[in-house]
């Protein structure tokens, strides 16, 4: 039999919040056309989506402390194109209502729809939805990228088919359903060495740092029952740990975010000039977003001066990697150091910083511990990942630079391209939130940057005007020219 790929420790979050709490993170890349595309360029990208990583679904274990496995999907959806335009003024609306109602599946499918629709000024639309657990933002780009290429294959539809039980009957299917259970088998008890493995290494860690493995950011501090950021995405490193004590404790975050929702907006920069501006003020296009989104959430009154943890994402794809998500991700301290319009010197220093530390391998006690996670039960997991309160503030996600060719759908070109992600089914009864502050997401289209915010807390973001206003003003002040959409 083929080799199987097992679910990662980093798809762990999107699976746990799934069981836990019957929340989908699902992801989505917009495009904004001035001419709709030819109806058969829209078909044939949509065909070739059928080829790509995103056409996954999961097969649960026959041994309970076995991972699930990953298969190529042996059917994929239809080109979804709306029948009735829409207004200019109504693509949020529009795309928000995808992003946040499209039905996904991991297990019985689809885990992405392509939809489409026109605008009233002779425009168009187009929206890719997936699922976070079948793909991280890089992977599903990357794999949107290279369908409009006809490039698009997923290396898992060369392995042997997972059978479903009606497919096939005889001793062909008995003999499969043996094998899948001493892979199951072999798979349960690696990870039971792996779970023993990752319980020394935090030890281990704890012992080295001298830090409580689930503290709070400060004695009396509370839960702020928030699930908005992959544990294994964002890190402590010792300068985030030294200085995290001077971070005001927050009201739990269902109380700051009572119904719920977000307040969305997205700004599109040239990039060549995002770029000029980074360098003037001595940073790196990245440390530029990362002091935009902290600037804006300071405005707003958010750390009440304290300092911000602004969690970074870091791609950890290597070489034929078949992996839908790999992300780790480093987290640093954004204090009153930095002044908005100042130097970005100090910030792009401890940028490099944590990223050596996480090349070099010096992970957060935490993240030894994912292995453990499918072994533990699923109510002592969700007590646990939500007891402290160190996730990030903000979250600055720079999925990086695709070139022209993410724009172009036959021969039309959008004028810009956004990405974003959201949890369906967050209830506002119970006390769990996904995200708090900032998240943002940012793309570098050919010669377009463009990032799409997110605005989670519901008393400095009331809606998406506040947001608009509060972001307007932060890139006025870095003297950037901008266009939101």
Same mark, same amino acid.
């Given at each position: 039999?083929?080799?199987v790929?097992?679910?990662?420790?980093?798809?762990?979050?999107?699976?746990?919040?799934r069981?836990?709490?019957?929340?989908?993170?699902?992801?989505?890349?917009?495009?904004?056309? @001035?001419?709709?595309?030819?109806?058969?360029?829209?078909?044939?990208?949509n065909?070739?989506?059928?080829?790509?990583?995103?056409?996954?679904?999961?097969?649960?274990?026959?041994? @309970?402390?076995?991972?699930?496995?990953?298969?190529?999907?042996?059917?994929?959806p239809?080109?979804?194109?709306?029948?009735?335009p829409?207004?200019s003024?109504?693509?949020?609306?529009?795309?928000?209502t995808?992003?946040?109602?499209?039905?996904?599946?991991?297990?019985?499918? @689809?885990?992405?729809?392509?939809?489409g629709?026109?605008?009233?000024?002779?425009?168009?639309?187009?929206?890719?939805?997936?699922?976070?657990?079948?793909?991280?933002?890089?992977t599903?780009?990357?794999?949107?990228?290279?369908?409009?290429?006809?490039?698009?294959?997923?290396?898992?539809s060369?392995?042997?088919?997972?059978?479903?039980?009606?497919?096939?009957?005889g001793?062909?299917?008995?003999?499969?359903?043996?094998?899948?259970?001493?892979?199951?088998a072999?798979?349960?008890?690696?990870?039971?060495?792996?779970?023993?493995?990752?319980?020394?290494?935090?030890?281990?860690?704890?012992?080295r740092?001298?830090?409580?493995?689930?503290?709070?950011?400060?004695p009396?501090?509370?839960?702020?029952?928030?699930?908005?950021?992959?544990?294994?995405?964002?890190?402590?490193?010792?300068?985030?740990?030294?200085?995290?004590?001077?971070?005001p404790?927050?009201?739990?975050?269902?109380?700051?975010?009572?119904?719920?929702?977000?307040?969305?907006?997205?700004?599109?920069?040239?990039?060549?000039?995002?770029?000029?501006?980074?360098?003037?003020?001595?940073?790196?296009a990245?440390?530029?977003?990362?002091?935009?989104?902290?600037?804006?959430?300071?405005?707003?009154?958010?750390?009440?001066?304290g300092?911000?943890?602004?969690?970074?994402?870091?791609?950890?794809?290597?070489?034929?990697?078949?992996?839908?998500?790999?992300?780790?991700?480093?987290?640093?301290?954004?204090?009153?150091?930095?002044?908005?319009?100042?130097?970005?010197?100090?910030?792009?220093r401890?940028?490099?910083?944590?990223?050596?530390?996480?090349?070099?391998g010096?992970?957060?006690?935490?993240?030894?511990?994912?292995?453990?996670?499918?072994l533990?039960?699923?109510?002592?997991?969700v007590?646990?990942?939500?007891?402290?309160?160190?996730?990030?503030?903000?979250?600055?996600s720079?999925?990086?630079?695709?070139?022209?060719?993410?724009?172009?759908?036959?021969?039309?070109?959008?004028?810009?391209?956004?990405?974003?992600?959201?949890?369906?089914?967050?209830?506002?009864?119970?006390?769990?939130?996904?995200?708090?502050?900032?998240?943002?997401?940012?793309?570098r289209?050919?010669?377009?940057?463009?990032?799409?915010?997110?605005?989670?807390?519901?008393?400095?973001f009331?809606?998406?005007?506040?947001?608009?206003?509060l972001?307007?003003?932060?890139?006025?002040?870095?003297?950037?020219?901008?266009?939101?959409?």
């Amino acid at each position: 039999m083929a080799a199987v790929l097992r679910m990662q420790s980093e798809d762990s979050t999107y699976w746990l919040v799934r069981e836990a709490f019957g929340w989908s993170v699902v992801l989505q890349i917009l495009w904004r056309f @001035p001419a709709r595309p030819d109806p058969v360029d829209l078909v044939a990208f949509n065909e070739r989506l059928r080829d790509s990583v995103l056409n996954r679904r999961l097969v649960r274990a026959g041994v @309970p402390i076995a991972r699930p496995r990953w298969v190529h999907a042996d059917f994929a959806p239809e080109l979804s194109i709306d029948a009735t335009p829409i207004e200019s003024g109504g693509i949020e609306t529009w795309s928000g209502t995808e992003l946040y109602h499209t039905p996904l599946d991991p297990e019985r499918g @689809p885990a992405w729809r392509l939809r489409g629709v026109a605008v009233d000024d002779g425009g168009f639309v187009l929206s890719l939805t997936a699922l976070h657990l079948v793909a991280d933002g890089r992977t599903m780009v990357a794999a949107a990228m290279a369908a409009l290429a006809d490039t698009a294959f997923d290396p898992l539809s060369g392995a042997d088919a997972v059978r479903r039980p009606t497919d096939v009957a005889g001793n062909a299917t008995l003999l499969d359903s043996v094998g899948s259970r001493l892979q199951d088998a072999a798979d349960g008890l690696r990870q039971v060495a792996e779970a023993g493995r990752g319980v020394a290494l935090a030890v281990a860690t704890l012992a080295r740092n001298r830090v409580p493995l689930l503290g709070r950011d400060r004695p009396g501090g509370r839960s702020s029952s928030k699930i908005g950021h992959p544990p294994s995405s964002t890190e402590h490193g010792p300068t985030a740990r030294a200085e995290s004590h001077g971070r005001p404790v927050k009201a739990p975050a269902h109380l700051r975010s009572p119904r719920a929702q977000c307040s969305w907006t997205t700004v599109s920069v040239d990039a060549a000039h995002w770029d000029s501006v980074a360098h003037r003020y001595g940073g790196t296009a990245n440390t530029l977003f990362v002091a935009v989104l902290a600037g804006a959430l300071r405005a707003s009154g958010y750390a009440d001066g304290g300092p911000l943890k602004v969690g970074i994402p870091v791609s950890r794809r290597t070489e034929h990697d078949d992996r839908g998500n790999a992300t780790a991700g480093v987290s640093v301290l954004v204090t009153d150091e930095l002044v908005t319009g100042g130097d970005l010197a100090r910030l792009r220093r401890r940028c490099k910083e944590a990223f050596a530390r996480l090349s070099a391998g010096q992970r957060a006690a935490h993240v030894h511990l994912l292995p453990l996670v499918s072994l533990l039960p699923t109510t002592l997991v969700v007590r646990a990942a939500t007891a402290g309160s160190g996730m990030p503030d903000a979250v600055a996600s720079n999925l990086g630079d695709f070139g022209q060719g993410l724009r172009s759908v036959g021969a039309v070109t959008a004028t810009a391209v956004a990405f974003r992600g959201i949890a369906q089914g967050v209830d506002p009864a119970q006390p769990y939130r996904f995200g708090d502050g900032l998240q943002s997401w940012a793309v570098r289209a050919g010669d377009t940057w463009t990032f799409s915010v997110a605005a989670f807390d519901e008393e400095r973001f009331p809606d998406s005007d506040a947001l608009r206003g509060l972001l307007s003003g932060e890139l006025d002040r870095w003297s950037l020219e901008y266009r939101m959409w």
